[in-house]
């Protein structure tokens, strides 16, 4: 084992981008048939052992001296206020170590934010990882589309069924992978990669983006359709002109595309497999059915045992996975439903309020708004402006989907994050390359 592990430093020492693509990989793909690896009381997963030495080797053998300034200090000290809420809660036996553990593991995936900036300072290094992240985002897309439609090779795909659910409109499945969470926040990334190249290298582009796009539309996550729209629409409002006449160039060609596949005839036939995603579209426009849904009369109830909780513990939260009275049907092999207690709430905010008091809520939003701060002097870069959607569309779904503590948002948000900040410190970097678009 202790060879095993001096390998691994060395690898990671020696090829740190690599290593990092096989961390995206690990997190940001499909869902891997991987084992968890003992260590003592512990099971730690692969990629927790991964980002730990990618981690040491940031901390020892950095590119760059830094720590990210304000945001890095914020999320630092978000860490450090989610161990003592953690800690607390176990003290005064709110939850069982067992039990707080798998709901605060995943907050370690914020440390990739470190990573990033450390040890890939230079443009062309976090360029190559955004690629990198879209392209998991796109197979991803590829494979959730297999397994949606049932083909055989799709079913060789589907290791499980933890990414798979009903719907409550059509009864027909939907396929999340854990890559749906890079094709939403590379989204518009990927859209800006297209309009600035030409030839071959826009041709892949635009395949990237299809194998995105149909990964958010098999996931069906209304959150993520109504998060596109909104970052559309910051992409041309704060853009400037030349982000702004590519884009609308783009979007004009797109809609004459659809309008004449609909003058020719074009329609969704009863029974298609693509019916159930236009049917659950078609309710974005019909507020009342929405409302009238159980799953959202289900999250209006959680929220409130979630306040009610939070009130009780303002300065530091009950800690991860501890019960605050929410229970909710979880579907067994056998066709039947057990009842469970439900440990998280959709709406992020309030749940780092409850688990973490008001000093873990302040922490992160401190952070965040540090990352996006960059785009004050930054707009006019589209790389810039493209990420900076991209997380800004993370915090919007956050208000109703666990976009703040799943480990494969959490890997997009510190990615995304950690490349605006290091990005925006290169300017003294020899050979940056110029991504402005040019008229």
Not at 299 to 324: Q, S, V, Y
Request: overall charge positive; charged content about 15%; hydrophobic content about 55%.
């Amino acid at each position: 084992m202790p060879l095993v592990g001096a390998a691994g430093l060395a690898f990671v020492v020696a090829f740190p981008f690599a290593a990092a693509c096989l961390l995206l990989f690990l997190i940001g793909s499909i869902d891997l048939p991987v084992g968890a690896i003992s260590a003592g009381p512990v099971d730690v997963r692969p990629y927790e052992l991964l980002l730990g030495v990618l981690l040491f080797v940031a901390v020892v053998r950095p590119r760059r001296a830094t720590w990210g300034g304000w945001a890095g200090a914020a999320l630092a000290a978000f860490l450090g206020l989610l161990v003592l809420s953690s800690a607390l809660a176990i003290v005064e036996g709110r939850v069982s170590p067992a039990d707080l553990l798998p709901w605060a593991r995943v907050f370690g995936v914020y440390v990739l934010f470190f990573v990033v900036i450390r040890l890939f300072p230079d443009r062309q290094s976090l360029l190559r990882l955004l690629t990198v992240g879209a392209v998991l985002g796109a197979v991803s897309g590829v494979v959730a589309a297999l397994i949606a439609m049932g083909t055989p090779i799709g079913a060789a795909l589907d290791f499980t069924s933890g990414f798979l659910t009903q719907t409550t409109i059509d009864g027909v499945r939907r396929v999340r992978l854990p890559g749906v969470a890079l094709a939403y926040t590379l989204f518009w990334f990927v859209v800006v990669q297209i309009v600035q190249t030409r030839g071959t290298r826009k041709l892949l582009w635009s395949l990237t983006l299809a194998g995105m796009g149909v990964h958010l539309a098999v996931s069906q996550n209304r959150n993520m359709w109504i998060g596109l729209v909104v970052g559309g629409v910051l992409m041309l409002a704060i853009g400037g002109p030349q982000v702004r006449h590519r884009m609308v160039a783009t979007i004009a060609a797109l809609a004459i595309g659809i309008a004449l596949i609909v003058s020719f005839g074009f329609s969704i036939e009863e029974g298609s497999r693509l019916e159930p995603i236009v049917e659950r579209g078609t309710t974005l426009f019909d507020p009342e059915a929405v409302g009238q849904e159980r799953s959202l009369t289900h999250r209006a109830e959680e929220n409130d045992l979630a306040l009610k909780a939070a009130r009780d513990n303002l300065l530091f939260g009950i800690g991860p996975g501890t019960n605050f009275g929410q229970t909710f049907g979880e579907s067994r092999t056998d066709g039947t439903i057990r009842i469970v207690n439900q440990n998280f709430v959709h709406n992020q905010y309030i749940y780092l309020l409850m688990i973490g008091g008001i000093p873990l809520l302040v922490a992160f939003v401190v952070f965040v708004a540090s990352v996006l701060g960059t785009v004050i002097r930054r707009r006019r870069d589209p790389v810039v402006l493209s990420c900076a959607v991209g997380l800004f569309m993370v915090m919007v779904s956050g208000v109703v989907m666990i976009s703040f503590s799943s480990f494969e948002m959490v890997g997009a948000l510190a990615l995304v994050a950690g490349v605006l900040t290091a990005w925006t410190r290169d300017d003294s970097v020899a050979g940056a390359p110029d991504n402005r678009l040019r008229p």
